[in-house]
């Protein structure tokens, strides 16, 4: 009895990160906001891809900002990002992100939850997703090797017993180049780790990508909306270190620092990018094709007239 216990107390902890049924709306019809986080296995092998789904569905009424899943991360890698048109039925709106990742070492990985805040009219509250935890582990077969399989192997001839000289001296040879190095390290201190880029080089290679991508031609305006407030919030994030990406879009404006603030031309920018594509994402409003190209341009015009501060000597 103890044993089908403990195996249920297993499968409650584990059944979280499980991917679940079907793609269609739960029944979460009286939920202002719901929101699903998953993998489609949580023992993954290094190396080897795998998916993580996070899953929002709200009601058409309510205005719900959720932070990047995907930046909170840390340890696995990011291989892509995929966004699906939303669907729409019985006034709610589905909303759904896949990531793709890979463990590169073994060990323990946590996707860390999501939460993030909704309002509708006086009403307002948080919603979000719970921690998933991933065990990379060697399985020592195929499937960790991948498509490298060996093949015509032969029998490993025995060393020539002459050559014993000759490797004993390769052996002290590299133990000596080894050994130097190790010294070489120890008087000129270890090699200089190159710096992150600049906010500024990461968003307008974002935006690059996301002209390119061609999402302002979709039907569905909602995406390309999501990415261009992401990019600036990002960008304010990083350059002046307040955390836009979590929040709504009065308080990055009441945040602003003075020297972004009282620059006119830059608030208005900040303003017209985040509350126009607001109006997009959430009251599914719909903007003429001219307007995104403002929108990366007003994006453009803060990162340039934005430039880093000169560094400070030592």
């Known amino acids: 009895m103890k044993h089908v216990l403990a195996l249920l107390a297993l499968v409650a902890v584990l059944l979280p990160g499980c991917e679940p049924e079907g793609d269609t709306f739960n029944d979460t019809a009286d939920e202002a906001v719901t929101v699903r986080g998953w993998v489609d296995r949580a023992d993954v092998v290094p190396g080897r891809p795998f998916t993580y789904t996070v899953e929002v569905e709200q009601a058409d009424d309510v205005q719900f900002e959720l932070p990047d899943p995907g930046a909170g991360i840390k340890g696995l890698v990011l291989l892509e990002v995929d966004s699906e048109p939303a669907q729409s039925a019985g006034g709610r709106t589905l909303y759904r992100q896949t990531f793709e990742l890979k463990a590169p070492l073994p060990g323990t990985f946590l996707i860390p939850g999501v939460e993030g805040p909704w309002r509708r009219g006086d009403e307002v509250g948080t919603a979000g997703s719970g921690p998933i935890l991933i065990e990379a582990k060697r399985t020592g077969g195929t499937e960790e090797a991948g498509d490298d399989t060996l093949r015509g192997l032969k029998a490993v001839a025995p060393p020539d017993p002459n050559r014993g000289p000759l490797y004993a001296g390769g052996l002290a040879l590299t133990a000596l180049l080894l050994f130097m190095g190790w010294l070489a390290r120890r008087r000129h201190g270890e090699a200089i780790v190159p710096p992150p880029p600049l906010p500024s080089e990461v968003a307008r290679k974002a935006l690059k990508a996301l002209e390119r991508s061609g999402k302002a031609d979709e039907p569905d305006q909602g995406p390309f909306a999501f990415e261009v407030s992401a990019i600036l919030r990002r960008y304010l994030e990083g350059r002046f270190g307040f955390p836009a990406w979590r929040m709504t879009t009065p308080e990055v404006l009441r945040a602003l620092p003075q020297e972004l603030a009282r620059e006119l031309n830059l608030e208005a920018a900040v303003r017209t990018v985040l509350e126009a594509s607001d109006r997009v994402k959430f009251a599914r409003e719909p903007v003429p094709r001219s307007e995104f ?22």
């Open 293 to 314: 190209t403002q929108w990366l341009a007003s994006v453009r015009l803060v990162i340039d007239r934005t430039p880093p501060p000169p560094e400070v000597d030592a």
